[in-house]
């Protein structure tokens, strides 16, 4: 009912209104809207602006094995919004996010490989998740995904680039784990 009032679909568009049915079924334990809601305290749609708010939903929607809420749990604590700021939890989380194929988790998880960022500096990690990534995003972000990877087997030896080749080949997702 919740994406109803969010969408207007059958009923007026009424944003609080969604926020209150995301609520209702979030404290049920409904992943979806304890991700719907984190979105609505984090953008501030239907409820005051609360970062710490939104978190607090993304980590019950995470905790299920949300693979969008584990990549906006990561994020939070990669700039510090709602959380402290926190590398290795953000690493921790884009790991979960990207072992389920999510591309932008993979990305920002072969980011932080490259600059040894809250997980050992690992280039061939980071080449790795790179063409993962590349390999599966369709968002606006492909065009940055697929320079940094570029910029980034540049660096390495044609070993080096070889073996990220290998483990991205073999790489599979995985299902979520709650």
Request: include cysteine.
């Amino acid at each position: 009912l919740g994406l109803f009032y969010a969408h207007g679909h059958g009923v007026p568009e009424d944003r609080t209104e969604a926020a209150r049915w995301y609520r209702m079924a979030a404290e049920q334990g409904n992943v979806t809207a304890q991700f719907n809601l984190g979105i609505a305290y984090q953008d501030g749609v239907g409820v005051a602006q609360d970062y710490a708010e939104s978190c607090r939903w993304f980590a019950k929607a995470a905790d299920q094995g949300d693979a969008g809420a584990q990549y906006n749990l990561a994020v939070s604590y990669a700039l510090g919004e709602g959380v402290a700021q926190d590398t290795a939890e953000a690493a921790r989380w884009f790991a979960k996010a990207a072992d389920q194929g999510h591309a932008d988790a993979q990305a920002n998880l072969g980011n932080l490989y490259a600059r040894g960022m809250g997980v050992p500096q690992d280039e061939v990690r980071a080449l790795m998740w790179m063409i993962i990534a590349a390999s599966g995003v369709e968002t606006e972000n492909a065009e940055r995904i697929a320079q940094f990877r570029a910029d980034l087997a540049a660096t390495l030896t044609a070993e080096q680039v070889a073996e990220a080749e290998r483990l991205a080949a073999a790489w599979r997702p995985n299902a979520p784990a709650n």
